[in-house]
């Protein structure tokens, strides 16, 4: 029997590093894949009131329609910087024809997606999705000692794409990968920020607009530090 349904965990960037952990020793990465879904975009994300749907539809879509056996990617980021579960890391990713390479010897790529639609005059890669895309090639490119050459676009591998976007301009990605430190963000730190400089810009802001971003800066340094 098919099985029609599949759920998947959804990790803060900090949780994610730390589920990581335990693969450095029986996983061995190659390279990271970069992808943008294209379909489904970041609008149909922030419409659905039942996220995990989203990433349901993109696993059947992978696993059923295409018969790739699980969804392609071993994570997949979303628009509010969170990371989702994908398919098991010890397996090889459907990334890309001739780029998947032989899980017999237990080397692969780490693939990931970026839900959105991020050719010019589409969407936008900003913001917390753009910082843990960023953060999260930094950190496999890290641990497991990719030299820049092995992080690539889906479209080097098959010209017939844009993916992950034709707005995403792969020389100012890695720049910001190269910039890009891990901070161990711990929550007494992240609260000690909040309660010392956001709480008091909070009162003093002038419109909505600014306390909502004041809002939704102090919930990032709670994702930071795992606290989200």
């Known amino acids: 029997m098919v099985v029609e349904r599949k759920n998947f965990r959804r990790f803060t960037y900090a949780e994610y590093v730390e589920y990581l952990k335990p693969f450095r020793t029986n996983v061995k990465f190659s390279q990271v894949h970069v992808h943008g879904t294209w379909k489904p975009t970041i609008a149909d994300y ?6 995990m749907k989203i990433i349901q539809a993109m ?4 696993a059923i329609t295409q018969n790739w056996g ?3 990617q071993h994570a997949t980021i979303d628009p509010d910087g969170y990371i989702w579960e994908g398919r098991s890391l010890l397996i090889a990713p459907a990334s890309a024809v001739g780029f998947n390479n032989s899980d017999n010897d237990g080397i692969h790529p780490f693939m990931f997606e970026m839900i959105g639609n991020f050719d010019v005059g589409a969407e936008k890669l900003e913001g917390a999705q753009l910082a843990t ?3 999260l090639t930094s950190h496999i490119a890290k641990e497991w000692k990719l030299p820049e050459a092995q992080i690539k676009f889906h479209r080097e591998m098959n010209a017939g794409k844009t993916c992950p976007g034709s707005s995403v301009n792969k020389a100012s990605f890695l720049e910001l990968v190269r910039d890009w430190r891990d901070v161990d963000m711990n929550a007494v730190d992240a609260n000690k920020i909040i309660s010392t400089w956001l709480s008091p810009a909070w009162f003093a802001a002038a419109s909505k607009a600014e306390r909502d971003e004041i809002h939704r800066l102090a919930n990032e340094l709670r994702k930071a530090s795992g606290q989200l």
């Open 59 to 62: 696993w059947r879509f992978h």
């Open 70 to 72: 699980d969804i392609a």
């Open 46 to 51: 922030r419409r659905a009131t039942d996220k």
């Open 133 to 135: 895309a960023v953060k």
